[in-house]
């Protein structure tokens, strides 16, 4: 099938620990996303990637690293976990150009006890 | 700076009701305007798009938007609601920037279809 299919759909993690969350794409777009959508279902653009280049990087705490190994991979590390982390982060992909849409992942809820 | 508003964080409809969930952007260049869905517990389904040309979009499931330009709207429609279009739904604006290209997404709109 293809698709943007991200790892894990869920994770539950204490306080102070570091996980990694995993994007892959094999429409063969070149620019891929992370969004994260907080409790009131707010999407909000965290980092952007084109052809693995960092294209776009918003005001995101530098806890945050994402990484592109190629341009069908993305993933993003979060060190030092918060509980204001705790949010559902999507992964998205598309091709460069303002007229295409997204195709979105299922994503990754993550929750910080 | 490119943004969309949507009126109504919550939308109740009956079964077979008119679907009308409104949408206004801000765009200091003509727009390219998406509607997505999000289904519980699911990522995001593109719905419909307007890029250039026909201002009525026709997308997925039985929805179509109109792009009004004078009104600065793209408010999605659907003749006849039914019970699977319960879920929340959202307009974004894409855009070129320095970095790239973004979409920027509103608030959302819960749509509850009742019997």
């Known amino acids: 099938d293809t698709a943007v299919s991200q790892t894990p759909k869920y994770l539950v993690t204490q306080m102070g620990n570091d996980k990694s969350i995993k994007c892959e794409q094999n429409?063969?777009?070149?620019?891929m996303y992370w969004y994260k959508q907080d409790s009131k279902k707010f999407l909000k653009i965290m980092f952007s990637?084109?052809?693995?280049?960092?294209?776009i990087n918003e005001t995101v705490p530098n806890r945050f690293s994402p990484k592109s190994p190629d341009k069908a991979h993305l993933n993003l590390h979060i060190n030092s976990l918060e509980l204001g982390d705790s949010a559902v982060y999507f992964c998205?992909?598309?091709?460069?150009?303002?007229?295409?849409?997204?195709?979105f992942g299922s994503g990754t809820r993550l929750t910080v006890v | 700076a490119q943004s969309v508003t949507q009126l109504g964080s919550h939308v109740s409809v009956s079964e077979g009701a008119l679907v009308l969930l409104r949408c206004n952007y801000s765009?200091?260049?003509?727009?390219?305007l998406f509607w997505y869905v999000q289904y519980p517990n699911q990522g995001l389904q593109l719905l419909l798009k307007?890029?250039?040309?026909?201002?009525l979009v026709k997308g997925i499931n039985g929805f179509e938007a109109e792009f009004k330009k004078s009104e600065t709207s793209f408010h999605l429609t659907k003749p006849s609601a039914h019970m699977s279009d319960a879920a929340e739904y959202f307009c974004?604006?894409?855009?070129?920037?320095?970095?790239?290209?973004?979409?920027?997404f509103g608030t959302g709109t819960q749509l509850k279809v009742e019997l």
């Open positions: 998205a992909s598309t091709f460069q150009g303002a007229s295409y849409g997204y195709t």
């Open positions: 974004a604006v894409g855009f070129l920037t320095g970095g790239g290209n973004k979409l920027a």
């Open positions: 429409l063969g777009h070149d620019t």
């Open positions: 990637y084109n052809n693995k280049e960092l294209i």
């Open positions: 307007y890029t250039t040309g026909a201002t």
């Open positions: 765009s200091s260049v003509p727009p390219y």
